[in-house]
């Protein structure tokens, strides 16, 4: 015989109590977790440095957009608030609104993790896909993993990055832009 120590979230159904206790676990969702999707993509073509999750690669041209075009955190400030069911970064800075010419993500970021917590969300993790032919996000990663964690207050650690390219096949396989896909864990903050 052997004692192991149990989880109060591991429900057993024994009696009628224990019943209604999941009858309310299930109508709550089952979890207080959300996942969400972010994806961006911008050609190239702008006459400023390159911004990517953050970090200036200023040895490439940059992207066209109405902010500072970084495919990374535009990805993933997407995935937060589809996680946090608070539409999307077009809804929270509009590319027609003069105000947001030429800003950079990084506050942008800042702001939609104030509007997550706000919303009492906690961002448990992340993790992006770059898709590009260039540059070669690799040397770079730590550098950006750190700069996204900083916009959300997380660890580093907390950031998973990866970028891959498109062997040549289609615009961004041309080297005609990049784009990024995110993903986005959020947990129910305990009130």
């Known amino acids: ?38 994806f961006d993509v911008h050609r190239f073509g702008a006459d400023r440095a390159l911004v990517l999750g953050g970090v200036a690669f200023p040895d490439h041209a940059g992207l066209q957009g109405h902010s500072d075009a970084d495919v990374v955190l535009h990805a993933v400030m997407d995935a937060l608030l589809g996680a946090a069911s608070l539409g999307d970064i077009g809804v929270h800075f509009p590319p027609d609104d003069p105000r947001f010419a030429g800003a950079a993500s990084t506050d942008l970021a800042v702001e939609v993790g104030r509007l997550v917590a706000e919303a009492g969300w906690d ?29 959300f207050g997380l660890s580093p650690e907390r950031v998973g990055l990866k970028a891959t390219t498109l062997e040549g096949l289609g615009a961004l396989g041309r080297a005609e832009g990049i784009a990024c896909q995110a993903v986005a864990l959020l947990k129910a903050r305990t009130r």
Do not use: F, Y
Request: proline letters at 4%; aromatic letters at 0%; charged letters at 30%.
């Open 123 to 151: 961002v448990v993790n992340i993790d992006a896909t770059v898709l590009a032919e260039r540059p070669r996000i690799g040397p770079r990663s730590a550098e950006m993993r750190a700069s996204i964690a900083s916009c």
């Open 1 to 38: 015989v052997k004692v192991v120590a149990g989880d109060p979230g591991n429900l057993k159904i024994t009696n009628a109590e224990d019943l209604d206790r999941a009858r309310q676990v299930l109508e709550k969702g089952g979890s207080d977790m959300r996942i969400g999707s972010g």
